[in-house]
């Protein structure tokens, strides 16, 4: 990892398009600007990695639980028109 | 038209003007750029995302606010960068469902929406902050409840 140290208002730059500008430094909070291609992912880390995995479960998603969903899900509607006195 | 190889679907034909671009793919399959959607089945709340590069990449998507009525994110100006969004009715809000068992386990994931602009078929992946959501939100609660 290459570690830099920059003052508040100072910048990074990454390759030919990506900017990191410190805008604000209080207490142990730093405020920071990023500029990326729209391609470039730019995310808080643990949430991104949170997501990323919950992405990699959803893709093992087969057909069968979907017409195992779709039951489920229309069963519960059934039930639930009933409810409201169809 | 083109033509795309699925590992559940087969082979698929679809017109060029419906393919839907992910900027930056969705998390954790950055090869996949282009995605084609279409129901599950006539009817259902449920749709599938195809990713045309890779065969193996499809994922469960379905309107949040079918099952989470309330489901309210703030989506600032910089997250709808280069969709073209013309008018704020365009935009559309799906959340990727998974599976850890059974299919009355599905959970969507309410913290990493897709945003797409159903004009021009651009879009992302949103990740938001801590908050009220989290990428494990249960369809059917009363489910659960029952045991």
């Known amino acids: 990892m290459l570690v830099l140290t920059r003052k508040s208002g100072e910048m990074i730059a990454i390759g030919d398009e990506i900017k990191i500008h410190i805008q604000e430094i209080r207490g142990n909070q730093v405020k920071i600007g990023i500029v990326a291609p729209p391609n470039v992912a730019v995310h808080r880390e643990e949430v991104y990695l949170r997501i990323q995995d919950e992405n990699r479960r ?29 | 038209m083109i033509k795309i190889q699925t590992a559940r679907f087969g082979e698929i034909e679809v017109e060029k003007n419906k393919v839907i671009t992910m900027f930056g793919g969705i998390l954790g399959f950055p090869k996949s750029e282009h995605y084609i959607m279409f129901d599950h089945e006539p009817g259902s709340p449920f749709k599938w995302i195809q990713s045309v590069e890779e065969p193996d ?12 009525p309330e489901y309210l994110i703030q989506v600032k100006k910089e997250e ?10 365009d935009v559309t809000i799906l959340t990727i469902l998974s599976l850890r068992g059974e299919a009355r386990d599905m ?31 249960h369809l059917f609660p009363e489910l659960r409840a029952a045991g």
Do not use: W
Request: aromatic share 6%; charged share 20%; net charge positive.
């Open chain 1, 58 to 86: 959803a893709v093992r998603v087969t057909q069968e639980n979907m017409q195992d969903l779709s039951k489920i899900y229309k069963n519960l509607r059934g039930v639930k028109t009933g409810n409201n006195g169809n």
């Open chain 2, 57 to 68: 990449v499809a994922f469960v998507v379905t309107d949040p606010l079918c099952f989470f």
């Open chain 2, 80 to 89: 709808l960068a280069n969709m073209d969004v013309e008018d704020a009715n």
């Open chain 2, 107 to 137: 959970t969507a994931n309410l913290q990493g929406p897709l945003v797409i602009n159903s004009a021009s078929l651009k879009g992302r992946q949103l990740v938001m902050k801590e908050g009220a959501y989290t990428t494990k939100h």
